[in-house]
């Protein structure tokens, strides 16, 4: 072999390792690629019991049940479909009925999804109370900024970083 077919079929075997490689952690991923499963998605899944996944959705109001040992029992649903999860452990602060939320964990055999981890999702219109009082106090506060639900102030507008607001 010349010096140029020995490079050739070097950078030819090199190029199909890589594919190679790619494709096995692509495959491997194809699953997890997904932050989390919507019910939805869980049902025309049909996840298997013991897979662990991200559940995503917003707490169904009224579904929210408080047991002993920190117990806790909810629907999570998507808008068109719900899916109970049983969690042990210490909600976060911002978790909620009607709020947003992601739970991993892994359905068991009766369909009910054992959450391990919640994490509570809050929207982009949050903002510290601190930072709030001080936009009052240098006169940029915005009366709609009250107006959120769940009395959390909105989140500061450009314009007030552009002031140098910094806490």
Do not use: C
Request: glycine share 10%; hydrophobic share 45%; aromatic share 6%.
């Amino acid at each position: 072999m010349t010096r140029k077919q020995r490079r050739l079929t070097m950078i030819g075997g090199a190029g199909v390792v890589l594919a190679i490689a790619a494709a096995l952690v692509l495959s491997a991923l194809r699953d997890s690629i997904v932050f989390f499963s919507t019910p939805q998605m869980v049902a025309e899944q049909h996840i298997a019991a013991g897979k662990r996944f991200r559940l995503g959705g917003v707490v169904e109001p009224g579904s929210l049940q408080r047991g002993a040992d920190l117990a806790v029992a909810f629907k999570v649903s998507d808008g068109s479909n719900t899916l109970p999860v049983a969690y042990k452990g210490i909600l976060p602060d911002l978790f909620r009925e009607g709020q947003g939320v992601i739970a991993e964990g892994a359905l068991d055999a009766a369909g009910v999804f054992k959450a391990d981890t919640v994490l509570a999702k809050h929207d982009e219109t949050y903002m510290p109370k601190d930072v709030a009082d001080a936009l009052k106090k240098q006169g940029h506060w915005k009366d709609d900024y009250d107006k959120k639900p769940g009395g959390q102030a909105a989140s500061a507008q450009p314009a007030v970083a552009k002031q140098g607001l910094t806490q």
